[in-house]
């Protein structure tokens, strides 16, 4: 059929067509409306102290993030996700969970995602599967100095630094002051030291982890998507019309009445006579 033929059958069949794609629309948007609604809840975590690391290096990112691909396989583990299932108190399986932990390639973030026909329980067992693994992780390997430790130090050193440098620019020193200026080398050097040992700390912590965003209760559903659903059941309603108008059409037009009427004498144009 060429174009102007594909003209003339939509002129023929167009309220046919939009019956039918209407029709079609509306039982997707129905269809979609009485199906149970499912949220879901994402709460991310952070492997290591790529963030919080003052000077994080490579070999400390590798193996945050390796860490963070066992973690994400052990999160979805019977016996992790049985542990969960009790602190809520959930009236289900740990195999009915809908659940998912990815570690993204390259990164040392711990996505976990959660499902559930309830908005607060998909929120709840995302941040219950999070606390989880945070309890899962061995308290003594994670030492106990925060970044804040690490700028009072280098304060203290700064400050310590500044007085000796008073003390050497007023000259030839006093006794006491000879007292004080090696009272504050020492206490300089143990600054020194101690700033060094919260660094180490710091950046060997490969296996911490943080809770960087906890679920919330989602406001929408993820599913079933209405407005996409009823658009792509109208689709294929206007595509099944139309095979099928095309295919009655053609039947119609092969049909030994149609043809008849084809070849009768009142079906031929008539040439005028001179």
Do not use: C
């Not at 299932?85 to 289900?92: H, I, N, R, S």
Request: proline share 5%; charged share 20%; hydrophobic share 45%.
């Amino acid at each position: 059929m060429d174009v102007r033929g594909w003209l003339i059958f939509i002129r023929d069949w167009l309220l046919v067509l939009l019956v039918g794609t209407g029709m079609a629309g509306v039982a997707a948007f129905a269809i979609s409306n009485v199906l149970p609604k499912t949220y879901e809840a994402e709460s991310l975590l952070l492997v290591g102290q790529s963030l919080t690391a003052p000077n994080p290096d490579y070999t400390q990112l590798l193996a945050s993030q390796i860490i963070a691909q066992t973690y994400a396989e052990v999160a979805t583990t019977r016996p992790s996700l049985e542990r969960v299932v009790e602190a809520l108190g959930l009236d289900t399986s740990p195999e009915a969970l809908t659940v998912d932990v990815r570690a993204p390639a390259n990164d040392t973030l711990l996505i976990i995602t959660a499902q559930s026909t309830d908005p607060a329980e998909a929120s709840a067992i995302a941040n219950a599967l999070a606390a989880e693994l945070l309890a899962g992780v061995d308290d003594d390997a994670i030492p106990n100095v925060t970044v804040e430790d690490l700028t009072l130090l280098a304060e203290g050193i700064a400050n310590t630094t500044a007085e000796i440098s008073d003390l050497l620019a007023e000259g030839t020193l006093t006794a006491s002051e000879q007292a004080r200026y090696a009272q504050l080398q020492d206490q300089r050097e143990t600054l020194r030291t101690e700033h060094a040992n919260v660094l180490t700390q710091l950046t060997s912590a490969a296996n911490r982890l943080t809770v960087v965003e906890p679920a919330v209760a989602p406001l929408e559903p993820v599913s079933p998507r209405v407005v996409v659903n009823t658009i792509i059941g109208a689709f294929i309603g206007l595509i099944i019309t139309a095979l099928a108008t095309y295919a009655f059409d053609a039947t119609e037009r092969r049909s030994p009445a149609a043809l008849e009427r084809a070849s009768s004498p009142m079906a031929t144009p008539r040439l005028r006579s001179r």
